[in-house]
C-alpha cells in the first residue's frame, strides 16, 4: 500500500478540521438567521469567522506543522485575507439565496441554509490554498 502524499495527507487533515469549523460556522449562521432574523450576508460574516478563527487555531501546528510563536501578524494577514474572501463569498451566497428562491420557491430560510452549502466548498479549496502558502514563511513547529 503506497503512503499518502504530503499534500493530499495535509488538505485531508486540513478538511477534517474545516468540517468541524464549518459545523460552528453553520450553527452560529442558522442561529443568526433564523433566530435572529439576521439577513444571509451579515450572517455569513459573524460565523465565517467563528469558523475561520476555529480552523486557524487547530490546523496551524496538526496539518501545517508551524508554531504559535510569532503568529500573531500572520493571524492579521490570515483574518486580513479572510475579510477579502468572506466579503466575496457572502455577497455569492446572497445571490445564490435569492436564485435558488426564485427558481425552487423555496422558503428564504430553507434558500440561505442552501446557498451557504453550495458555496462552501468554493471557500474551503481557497482557503486551504491561502493558509498553506502563508504557513511556509512562518517558524516551523
Known sequence: MRAV?????????FLLL?????LCDMLTYTALVRLAGVAPFAANVVSSYVGVSFVWFTSL???FRRSGAGSGRFLLLYWGYQFLSIMAYSQLLQLTAAAVASHAGV???HSALAAKIIVTPFNLV?????MKVLTRHMRAA
Open 61 to 63: 501546528g496538526t496539518v
Open 5 to 13: 502524499p504530503p499534500n493530499l495527507r495535509a488538505f485531508l487533515g
Open 18 to 22: 474545516s468540517g468541524l469549523g464549518w
Open 126 to 130: 481557497t482557503n486551504f490554498l491561502f
Open 107 to 109: 422558503p428564504a430560510l
